[in-house]
């Protein structure tokens, strides 16, 4: 049996991923595994349509596919994003119709659940039998229950190859409710001195994107700027060597301009839309690699206080992960989230209105200051970073720990020492009988009780 290992790494054979595909390999040592290193050698799987036919007959003939990759800033590696976009652009789904699959990823565990839902989905794009999918984190080999965990799930997915079983269905075909939109005239907005700028990825391919934009320019005064990232300079995704930890210096620092149009360009906004066309299930890589890219910034939320909307076209209606996946990145970046605009909300009419009504509140919540306050997103990823970089990770994330000390992320609540006092004394007292059923009968008073004191000092005319 032979099973053809997609790796996702940039990093190629250098990769923690891979350590934990050796795992399967040494459990099940009768089963060939064969690597491909499709995310490092992207470039030329683009421009050797000779390599990539080979690489594509190859995983034809295997028996079995697993995608294994680490995450990237919610999803996969622009590279490996990029591998998916040539699958369906040089018509090469047959050769994963009906094969069994499975997904194996390693990461600290933020937003895996959404890397794991887009790449079930594509599978179900190229018609695969979807066996299931396996989060590890980037330590978990060091434990002997992780070990035994991930050689049982490789072992159930072989005998399920073996069976011709374990198939769960996926998400159903995306459908194409787009209107052919047609601009109407939106009353400018005065921005009030506030830098509003546009980035789209590209304009080819959506019949839609430009016309929207152009009209949504016309919705701020001034003009809004608009910018493609097709035209920047930009020579390759993220590398995945961690030299920015140290000190937010880029391994590609005045080789392309990324980072120049960013820290310019990105940062210096006050409102920001970014806006793209669907690709298969996310935005497109050209996207995917500015996300990526723009990990220069390690952890550190740098759009804090911005207002951030997106305008996309295509299917996004029907993709609650994508939706999800934007949400939060503005909610990690301490961010306010504007709102989405799209060509498969409705009529022309309404999406110029939604056009028109994300420009005026985009603009009004900055003049404000407005930042919502943080949903599970920001709030429980900060604690994950937090922790991480606290722990394990401090050596590699230095420039993110002398921010996080700098800014209280060093939030523990077991360095609260008053209310450990006041808990352990509450809770022995909750033991004796008589003085629980007076706190439980108090309870849901004792609540509400310190907010009157709260209350009684706000001035309505404040």
């Not at 990461?107 to 659940?113: N, R, V, Y």
């Not at 989060?135 to 978990?140: F, K, N, Q």
């Not at 789209?200 to 959506?206: H, I, K, L, M, P």
Request: proline share 3%; hydrophobic share 40%.
């Amino acid at each position: 049996m032979k099973i053809a290992v997609l790796n996702g790494s940039p990093k190629g054979q250098i990769s923690v991923t891979l350590q934990y595909v050796s795992v399967l390999q040494r459990k099940s040592p009768e089963i060939e595994f064969q690597i491909f290193d499709v995310a490092q050698k992207i470039k030329k799987l683009e421009k050797d349509d000779k390599f990539f036919g080979e690489i594509i007959s190859q995983i034809a003939a295997a028996d079995a596919v697993l995608w294994a990759f680490p995450l990237y800033f919610f999803l996969v590696s622009s590279q490996y994003k990029r591998f998916i976009e040539l699958i369906f652009e040089r018509n090469s789904t047959s050769a994963f119709r009906g094969k069994p699959v499975a997904v194996l990823t390693t990461s600290i565990k933020f937003f895996d659940h959404t890397a794991h839902n887009y790449l079930r989905d594509i599978c179900g794009d190229l018609e695969m039998k979807f066996f299931g999918s396996y989060s590890a984190d980037m330590y978990d080999l060091f434990k002997s229950k992780e070990r035994h965990r991930l050689s049982l799930f490789g072992q159930m997915f072989i005998q399920a190859i073996k069976d011709d079983c374990g198939t769960i269905v996926s998400a159903k075909r995306l459908t194409n409710e787009a209107v052919v939109y047609e601009p109407a005239l939106l009353p400018p907005i005065d921005t009030d001195g506030k830098k509003v700028l546009i980035v789209v990825d590209d304009f080819a391919g959506s019949l839609n994107l430009r016309p929207m934009l152009d009209n949504f320019q016309k919705a701020f005064s001034p003009t809004a700027t608009l910018m493609q990232i097709k035209d920047i300079d930009i020579q390759g995704g993220c590398l995945g060597c961690m030299q920015c930890g140290i000190d937010n210096s880029c391994v590609y620092q005045g080789k392309d301009g990324f980072i120049d149009f960013f820290n310019e360009q990105i940062k210096s906004a006050d409102i920001l839309f970014f806006a793209g066309a669907i690709h298969d299930r996310f935005l497109s890589s050209k996207w995917k690699c500015f996300f990526d890219r723009s990990f220069f910034n390690g952890h550190i939320p740098v759009l804090e206080g911005k207002q951030i909307g997106f305008v996309i076209t295509g299917s996004f209606s029907q993709l609650f992960n994508l939706r999800e996946i934007l949400e939060a990145y503005a909610d990690m970046q301490h961010a306010n989230l504007v709102g989405f605009v799209s060509d498969d909300m409705g009529s022309s009419q309404e999406i110029n209105d939604a056009l028109q009504g994300i420009s005026a509140n985009a603009v009004m919540y900055s003049k404000n200051g407005y930042t919502q306050p943080q949903k599970f997103y920001g709030v429980g990823g900060t604690k994950i970073f937090r922790d991480a970089v606290f722990g394990k990770l401090r050596i590699v994330f230095q420039a993110d720990d002398k921010y996080y000390k700098k800014n209280g992320f060093y939030n523990f609540p077991n360095n609260n020492y008053k209310w450990r006092l006041i808990n352990s004394a509450i809770v022995s007292l909750t033991k004796i009988p008589f003085i629980r059923r007076e706190f439980v009968k108090r309870m849901k008073v004792e609540m509400i009780k310190p907010f009157g004191k709260i209350l009684a000092k706000i001035n309505p005319r404040e």
